[in-house]
């Protein structure tokens, strides 16, 4: 079992620096946009991401601030490099104007552009990875235009699994039971203080960052090294935001999962520094409409990038909706307040306890508009859940606040003490909870 010392370690440490763009601008607040591996793995071509483009615009989804339109894995000749330039070769069969050309007709829509590769030898679908390229890598993306960077993680050599490398995945990978759990091809856990900044795999990443700070293009720069290596506790040096766990899959199990493992790190989020909870799965799979709400509310209120996942060509209405909810967009893109909504108690479990199928249920953060606050339930039945203000760590000092529904808009009124509300079955319910100066509660 995790122990809370381990837990409000972990909890407790924040950002101590953060790699700031030259425009000042790029990655400082989480991504939004639009990925193609969950909708399309490598069945890609040029034609799905300018129809991803223009319906980001038809649907609304850019003016809410979607604007990447990212190229997953498989784009390139998978045989291998040019062998004069040593350049990846994009796949001409499905990019047939070069991802240059792709590029430049999705800016023209007024939209930003992504590409993927790999800190390894070849990518996670077995195409060319950047490893010991990322200086020609790096000047290429920055020569076709290329706006943001997936770098992931397979394929690693075997010099990077030797010396002082403690371990091959986080703690919790495959969902063990406690801190000490070893992982596949883990020599060891680290001692004490071990920095893990001076790791082999912090290495690999860097070697990226030093290139793609050399280009004259800003590129943000998502490191997927999934959790690895303790990223959180210094990917605000190196990147813009860093995968915290496996791959996410369109079930509840999963997305609970990345909740309650991602609760406990959200001390290092602010402005440039970004735990990303891994892309959306809204629109996919087997989720509930419940569920769906759960998992679109948690990963903007966790401040995670928001990258969606599914073919918007058959989004329904209910799914489109919950992409664009004004309030959770604007409390994930708060310009003003930087640190994501955070746990303020646990609920079913005492607090600080790890557990995938019941993690902390309730969630509070500062915003230029008031306070989300948000209420998960886990049960497998409806549960009544009590925001109380005296509980909640920016309400403390008050007894009657404004309040909003924040799926429904409705305005509530001016509510004292505590907002009680029936929750369905892995739901969530979200407030916007404010001061004003109409409000007397007498």
């Not at 680290?190 to 030093?210: F, I, N, V």
């Not at 369109?250 to 891994?278: G, T």
């Not at 419940?290 to 990038?305: D, G, I, N, Q, Y």
Request: proline share 4%; with cysteine; hydrophobic share 35%.
């Amino acid at each position: 079992m995790y122990t809370k010392q381990f837990l409000q370690a972990s909890l407790l440490a924040s950002v101590a620096s953060a790699l700031v763009s030259k425009d000042g601008v790029t990655g400082k607040l989480p991504a939004l946009g639009w990925n193609s591996w969950n909708a399309f793995r490598c069945d890609i071509n040029e034609e799905k991401f300018l129809t991803a483009g223009q319906k980001l615009i038809d649907l609304g989804l850019a003016k809410a601030g979607y604007n990447y339109v990212n190229i997953d894995d498989c784009w390139s000749i998978k045989s291998g490099r040019d062998n004069t330039t040593q350049r990846i070769l994009p796949d001409l069969t499905k990019f047939p104007d070069g991802i240059d050309g792709t590029a430049k007709k999705i800016h023209d829509m007024g939209l930003k552009i992504g590409i993927y590769s790999d800190a390894g030898k070849t990518t996670c679908a077995g195409y060319p990875g950047s490893l010991y390229y990322e200086d020609i890598d790096a000047a290429t993306w920055a020569e076709w235009g290329i706006d943001y960077l997936k770098y992931d993680n397979c394929d690693v050599p075997s010099e990077y699994w030797t010396g002082d490398e403690y371990h091959a995945c986080h703690p919790d990978y495959n969902h063990p039971t406690g801190p000490n759990a070893t992982c596949v091809n883990d020599p060891g856990l680290a001692p004490a203080g071990y920095d893990w900044s001076k790791s082999r795999t912090a290495e690999r990443y860097t070697r990226m960052t030093t290139a793609l700070l050399k280009q004259d293009r800003n590129i943000l720069y998502s490191i997927c090294n999934w959790g690895q290596a303790a990223i959180e506790t210094y990917g605000a040096n190196i990147g813009h935001s860093w995968r915290m766990t496996d791959d996410i899959f369109p079930v509840w199990s999963e997305v609970i999962h990345i909740i309650n493992y991602n609760s406990f790190k959200l001390n290092y989020v602010d402005f440039w520094a970004h735990n990303d909870a891994d892309m959306l799965e809204v629109g996919n799979g087997d989720l509930t409409p419940e569920e769906t709400r759960s998992h679109f509310a948690l990963w903007a209120a966790m401040k995670s990038p928001l990258l969606i996942g599914t073919s918007l060509d058959s989004i329904s209405s209910d799914n489109l909706a919950i992409l664009k909810n004004k309030y959770l967009l604007a409390f994930n893109q708060d310009d003003v307040n930087g640190a994501p909504a955070m746990p303020y108690k646990w609920g079913i479990n005492p607090d600080w306890t790890y557990n995938d199928t019941h993690p902390a249920e309730f969630y509070s953060g500062a915003s230029k508009a008031g306070t989300l606050v948000l209420m998960l339930n886990t049960l497998e039945t409806e549960a009544e859940k009590a925001a109380v203000w005296s509980e909640i760590p920016q309400l403390s000092n008050g007894k009657c606040f404004q309040v909003t529904n924040v799926w429904t808009g409705e305005d509530l009124g001016c509510v004292s003490e505590s907002y009680k509300a029936k929750v369905a079955r892995h739901d969530t319910a979200v407030l916007l909870v404010s001061k004003s100066s109409s409000c007397d509660c007498k």
